[in-house]
């Protein structure tokens, strides 16, 4: 059972352009969660999808970030834009459902702005 | 707001000593998760506390729960270099995980 899928594993992108980060969760897991992770310090919560539904984007900013969980295929984190202080570790973690017992974590996307 | 801190957020250790990491969070809640990350990896779950008084070992940590006293603790008994790493507590009661900031820990023969 493969474990959960992020990728790219590294992208580079120059201020203006657009990123998008690819999850895809472990078999039978049907919840996504998105972190950021900064140099040096811990994960932020973004948001929280379900198959075709944001449960909870409390920790999304506002502008220029989106997520999305389609049926099929994988969910898309999309960096609109990108600027500077977007380069970070960017994780995605997934789980059989909503009352879940522990998170699966991706390998993660780091995404350098050029 | 929900909040997780933990203490201390650097810890050199020396090789064969003992030592724990503090994690206090700021609502009421029974599920506390401990992660660890290698530089440049994902992170690898280590234990689910899932009620007061939990207890888990695994090898050199052991890590417990006072959901009265809201506070999580991981400590590490006798200290090898293999268990350098960066370790993050995790409040997951409103349906997703909440971490610290992460301690970082560095064990030195």
């Known amino acids: 059972n493969a474990g959960v899928m992020q990728n790219p594993r590294h992208l580079v992108r120059r201020r203006g352009q657009e990123a998008r980060l690819r999850c895809s969760p472990m078999?039978?897991?049907?919840?996504v969660y998105w972190y950021r992770q900064l140099p040096e310090e811990g994960l932020k919560f973004m948001v929280y999808?379900?198959?075709?539904?944001?449960?909870?984007e409390s920790g999304m900013p506002k502008e220029r970030f989106s997520a999305e969980f389609p049926k099929e295929g994988p969910s898309i984190l999309r960096i609109q834009q990108v600027v500077r202080g977007d380069s970070a570790a960017y994780f995605c973690?997934?789980?059989?459902?909503?009352?879940?017992?522990?998170?699966?974590f991706g390998s993660g996307t780091q995404l350098s702005v050029l | 707001e929900l909040k997780v801190e933990q203490n201390p957020l650097f810890l050199s250790m020396q090789e064969g000593k003992n030592y724990t990491i503090y994690c206090n969070y700021s609502?009421?809640?029974?599920?506390l998760y401990w992660y660890r990350q290698d530089p440049g990896k994902s992170l690898e779950s280590l234990f689910v506390l899932l009620s007061n008084g939990a207890v888990k070992q695994e090898g050199r940590l052991m890590a417990s729960l006072d959901t009265k006293a809201r506070l999580s603790t991981l400590h590490i008994t006798a200290a090898v270099h293999d268990l350098s790493a960066t370790y993050f507590c995790?409040?997951?009661?409103?349906?997703?995980?909440?971490f610290g900031k992460g301690t970082k820990l560095s064990v030195k023969p």
């Open positions: 999808l379900q198959k075709e539904n944001i449960i909870d």
């Open positions: 973690a997934s789980s059989p459902s909503g009352m879940w017992e522990k998170l699966f």
């Open positions: 995790g409040e997951g009661s409103q349906g997703n995980l909440i």
């Open positions: 078999k039978g897991h049907s919840h």
């Open positions: 609502t009421t809640s029974d599920r």
